[in-house]
């Protein structure tokens, strides 16, 4: 009959851990006490401090006390359940105490794939840990989802994404104005100084409105000439108080391209829209006919939707 110590894991031989030293990323066994039983590999500094001096501490001695809590979660859970876990997390790596800090230093993203050992390991359960520096993945996922969402002439977001922010705050808050901009004769400006004045005007535009819209996640390039903004918490009054303030803000001074000076208006229709089950299409139906009803009123105007214009 085997004995308990037979029943354990072998010790790593300085074969096997010249072995494991050569790898980039960091292989871990942790007990389930929390203590670090092995530290190899890491060996890329542009990706991870040297965790080697970290073997034989206990995670609460160089971890923040919140991050050790949710590891060593992971770790029990993944004894528990006998199979494979893998999570990411994020940590600041300033917080980590270590001798010496020779790592890329700030915020980092890790990948963490961690295995139960069928047999204790220094005599208690444990865990092994390969962990994976993911900070450019993640980084390179998410610049390509901002791309997806900002028009790239204005650097305002599309109107994709705008309806999307929009219908999600409907379904949690309830209530919303919406307020659709045009820019007045448009169409003059591309045809009688071309689509670079236009282009110019659009981006001249664009920083405006951020100036009087604080929060730019509210804010988005409709398509053509149009635009469109969510404000929350304004009773129709101080959503109308809003677009007058922006469309003052346009009008208040020149709008340049090369050495053309030109004056440009908008007219700005507004809404009242209440969720949670509205459409994109009623999201801005009612907001689009007061617009209409701004520019057929001679434009450089601020319009309220009501419903009696439903029947006009």
Same mark, same amino acid.
């Given at each position: 009959?085997?004995?308990?110590?037979?029943?354990?894991?072998?010790?790593?031989?300085?074969?096997? $851990?010249?072995?494991?030293?050569?790898? +980039?990323?960091?292989?871990?066994?942790?007990?389930?006490?929390?203590?670090?039983?092995?530290?190899?590999?890491?060996?890329?500094?542009?990706?991870?401090?040297?965790?080697?001096?970290?073997?034989?501490?206990?995670?609460?001695?160089?971890? +923040? @006390?919140?991050?050790?809590?949710?590891?060593?979660?992971?770790?029990?859970?993944?004894?528990?359940?006998?199979?494979?876990?893998?999570? /990411?997390?994020?940590?600041? %790596?300033?917080?980590?105490?270590? %001798?010496?800090?020779?790592?890329?230093?700030?915020?980092?993203?890790?990948?963490? $794939?961690?295995?139960?050992?069928? @047999?204790?390991?220094?005599?208690?359960?444990? *865990?092994? *840990?390969?962990?994976?520096?993911? %900070?450019?993945?993640? %980084?390179?996922?998410?610049?390509?989802? /901002?791309?997806?969402?900002?028009?790239?002439?204005?650097?305002?977001?599309? $109107?994709?994404?705008?309806?999307?922010?929009?219908?999600?705050?409907?379904?949690?808050?309830?209530?919303? =104005?919406?307020?659709?901009?045009?820019?007045? =004769?448009? @169409?003059?400006?591309?045809?009688?100084?071309? =689509?670079?004045?236009?282009?110019? *005007?659009?981006?001249?535009?664009?920083?405006?409105?951020?100036?009087?819209?604080?929060?730019?996640?509210?804010?988005?390039?409709?398509?053509?000439?149009?635009?469109?903004?969510?404000?929350?918490?304004?009773?129709?009054?101080?959503?109308?108080?809003?677009?007058? /303030?922006?469309?003052? =803000?346009?009008?208040?001074? +020149?709008?340049?391209?090369?050495?053309?000076?030109?004056?440009?208006?908008?007219?700005?229709?507004?809404?009242? *829209?209440?969720?949670?089950?509205?459409?994109?299409?009623?999201?801005?139906?009612?907001?689009?006919?007061?617009?209409? $009803?701004?520019?057929?009123?001679?434009?450089?105007?601020?319009?309220?939707?009501? +419903?009696?214009?439903?029947?006009?």
């Amino acid at each position: 009959m085997k004995t308990k110590q037979e029943q354990t894991i072998p010790l790593l031989d300085d074969i096997s $851990r010249s072995l494991f030293n050569t790898i +980039p990323d960091p292989f871990i066994v942790v007990g389930e006490d929390g203590t670090y039983l092995e530290v190899l590999g890491g060996t890329e500094r542009s990706l991870y401090d040297d965790g080697i001096p970290l073997k034989g501490k206990n995670i609460y001695g160089f971890m +923040p @006390k919140k991050f050790a809590d949710f590891f060593m979660g992971q770790v029990h859970h993944t004894l528990e359940s006998g199979k494979l876990n893998t999570f /990411d997390y994020q940590l600041e %790596t300033e917080d980590v105490t270590l %001798t010496t800090k020779n790592g890329p230093g700030g915020t980092q993203w890790f990948e963490a $794939r961690m295995y139960p050992l069928e @047999k204790p390991y220094q005599g208690q359960r444990a *865990v092994s *840990v390969l962990i994976i520096n993911i %900070t450019e993945r993640r %980084t390179l996922h998410k610049q390509l989802r /901002d791309l997806s969402n900002i028009d790239p002439l204005t650097g305002l977001y599309n $109107r994709r994404y705008f309806l999307q922010r929009v219908s999600l705050h409907l379904r949690e808050a309830g209530r919303a =104005h919406i307020l659709i901009c045009d820019i007045d =004769h448009f @169409k003059n400006i591309n045809d009688t100084y071309g =689509h670079l004045a236009g282009d110019a *005007v659009l981006q001249e535009f664009a920083s405006r409105v951020k100036e009087v819209i604080k929060h730019s996640r509210a804010i988005a390039r409709y398509g053509g000439d149009e635009f469109i903004i969510a404000v929350t918490n304004k009773s129709d009054t101080e959503a109308v108080a809003i677009a007058e /303030d922006l469309r003052i =803000h346009v009008a208040s001074k +020149p709008f340049f391209f090369q050495n053309l000076e030109l004056n440009v208006h908008i007219s700005i229709g507004v809404a009242r *829209v209440q969720g949670p089950n509205i459409s994109s299409i009623s999201l801005i139906s009612e907001a689009d006919i007061a617009l209409y $009803r701004a520019k057929a009123s001679g434009r450089n105007k601020v319009c309220l939707f009501t +419903p009696s214009m439903r029947e006009l």
